[in-house]
Each structure stands twice: as C-alpha cells, then as structure tokens.
Nanobody
Framework: QVRLVESGGGSVQPGGSLTLSCAGS????????MAWYRQAPGNQREFVAT???????TFLDSVKGRFTISRDNDKKSVIQQINNLKPEDTAKYYC??????????????WGRGAEVSVSS
C-alpha cells in the first residue's frame, strides 16, 4: 500500500507555469498506475493525466500540449509540469494511485490535494 502527498501548488498569472509533485511512500509504488485529477469550484472531480507502470501517458484533451507527467520509481514520485496556465485550470489537484492488478491485494490511494489558482 502507498500513501501520497502533493506539493507545488500556488497562485500564478495566466500564461505562467507550475510544477506539481506527488511523493509516495510504501513498498508497492512500482506496481501502481499513477494519475492526476482536479476539482474546480462547483464542478466534479475530473481526470487530468495518467502514467502507467511502463511510462505510457494519457491526457485530458484540454491540457494536451501544456501538461506533462513523469514518474521516478526509485524516488517514488510523480511530476506534473503545467505550462501556459489558463484561468480554467484553477482547481485543487489530486494525486491518485491504483494498483495495476487488484489480485496483488492492494488498493487505491488519494493525496489530500494541492491548490492551483490562475488569475490576473
């Protein structure tokens, strides 16, 4: 089982950049599919990006070309770089981990979230 902690949120102007980090703990990080979700005020939580155990990435259409996601299994961390931020990117961003195979006896985990605010 893993525990996840996000960092790197903040307030920026449109067009700015941020780097979000998710630090994991536990012995099973390498078998977890990692992802970022976000929840804007008055909206439901939505998928943003994911990276598999093999490094294959998928992105929400509205963030393609602006967001990147990477992982370092040795450091048990996931990094999301956000460029050209827009006001609609304002949300609380959550780190999510899911076991690649639930037959392993593991279960998913959420971080507590990091606030990102984009305004002029």
């Amino acid at each position: 089982q893993v525990r996840l902690v996000e960092s790197g949120g903040g307030s920026v102007q449109p067009g700015g950049s941020l780097t979000l980090s998710c630090a994991g703990s536990g012995s099973s990080f390498t078998v977890y599919i990692m992802a970022w979700y976000r929840q804007a005020p008055g909206n439901q939580r939505e998928f943003v990006a994911t990276i598999t155990t093999r490094g294959v990435t998928t992105f929400l259409d509205s963030v393609k070309g602006r967001f990147t996601i990477s992982r370092d299994n040795d450091k048990k961390s996931v990094i999301q770089q956000i460029n050209n931020l827009k006001p609609e990117d304002t949300a609380k961003y959550y780190c999510r981990g899911e076991p690649c195979d639930y037959d392993l006896g593991l279960y998913g985990a959420w971080g507590r979230g990091a606030e990102v605010s984009v305004s002029s």
